[in-house]
């Protein structure tokens, strides 16, 4: 049975249109659902009204076998507090395509409480002249061409997702549950936004400035399976004083072609592909406040807090300490706009 809807639930329109990405618009709508479903549990009224918008009303294809039921005209007269609008994969096809989204971004910007775009879908943004002036962030496939195509976005092709005043981006694909976790926990707390992360199996340890280059997805992208397998090792032995002659043996290459081979490879040097996996697991831990810095430095392997916080200040500027107060869990500070 249908949930009735308080009115004071959040609106939210999810806006396709043809040949949109469908994980995208399914993603962040279960995170909705789930929300409204652990509310409901508590005694809570729905905390989210959910629409698919579209420019006309009916069936829209996505790039899958799938299509989604646009029950809502997008118009400039019911201005959701909260649009969504996904990505494609030819966005640029889209973009002309569907351009009457742009007009209408463009029109009721001023009045949308929250404009946020998933993936490619920063292009429509982009083109209704709401990003000039902002960070944000798409996939990174996409990337250059969106800053290229519009010079005055200031385009991070790193970050899961990026908050610039009312104005959201995110990367790719999965990136768009991470954001869309964020908003249900800045809208309700943090303990809701954890029950919905646990019922759907996902992690809420995915801050928003983390990169969209885990140091695993790096050594998934090495094509040498002899330098995948040393990616590997370094990975299962960050607790070891890991040097660079010790990974030239173990790959049976002189030091100097190791340190070639592994820089072309994986685009960073071993040396820093091992303190990226470090950061990436004291990342990990800061999300459990009950563990000391002391301790969160030792089980990811850093020689000291103070080694540690030195890698902390060089890729993101801030403190651990400062991490964790920040990013604890989803990367946003909780601000509930309902009960």
């Known amino acids: 049975m249908k949930q009735s809807v308080s009115s ?15 994980v995208e618009a399914i993603g962040p709508m279960s995170v909705f659902e789930y929300a409204n479903l652990h509310r409901q549990r508590r005694g809570l009224a729905p905390g989210y009204d959910v629409r698919v ?4 009303l009916g069936q829209v294809r996505s790039d899958t076998l799938m299509s989604l039921d646009a029950t809502k005209v997008i118009n400039t ?3 959701p507090h909260t649009v969504i609008v996904v990505g494609a994969r030819h966005i640029h096809d889209a973009l002309i395509e569907s351009a009457a989204i742009i007009d209408w971004i463009a029109e009721a910007a001023p009045r949308i409480d929250r404009l946020t775009s998933l993936c ?53 694909v999965t990136a768009g549950m991470d954001l869309a976790l964020a908003l249900v926990e800045h809208d309700y707390g943090r303990e809701l936004a954890l029950e919905v992360a646990t019922e759907m199996v996902v992690y809420l340890k995915r801050p928003g400035s983390q990169s969209q280059f885990s140091a695993h997805l790096l050594s998934e992208r090495t094509t040498k399976p002899n330098i995948r397998g040393i990616q590997s090792w370094i990975l299962d032995n960050l607790h070891e004083r890991l040097s660079v002659a010790q990974l030239a043996e173990k790959a049976i290459m002189s030091e100097r072609h190791f340190a070639r081979v592994f820089q072309h490879e994986v685009g ?40 540690m916080r030195r890698v902390f200040l060089k890729k993101l500027g801030i403190a651990p300490k400062i991490y964790r107060e920040r990013f604890a869990t989803t990367g946003v500070t909780s601000g509930p706009v309902g009960p």
Not at 8 to 22: E, H, L, M, Q, W
Not at 53 to 56: P, R, T
């Open 77 to 79: 007269l019911s201005i």
């Open 53 to 56: 918008a579209s420019f006309k």
């Open 268 to 307: 960073m040097s071993a040396q820093e592909f091992i303190e990226t996996c470090r950061f990436e697991r004291a990342t990990q831990l800061l999300a459990d406040i009950a563990l000391p810095l002391k301790a969160v430095a030792a089980r990811a392997c850093f020689n000291n807090e103070a080694h």
């Open 8 to 22: 004071s639930a959040i609106t939210v329109d999810i806006v396709v249109y043809p040949g949109f990405k469908a």
């Open 120 to 172: 490619s879908g920063a292009f429509f943004l982009a083109a209704a002249g709401v990003l000039d002036g902002k960070r944000a962030t798409t996939h990174w496939g996409v990337a250059d061409r969106l800053q290229t195509d519009f010079p005055a976005v200031e385009v991070d092709a790193d970050a899961i997702f990026i908050c610039s005043d009312n104005v959201w981006t995110s990367a790719g």
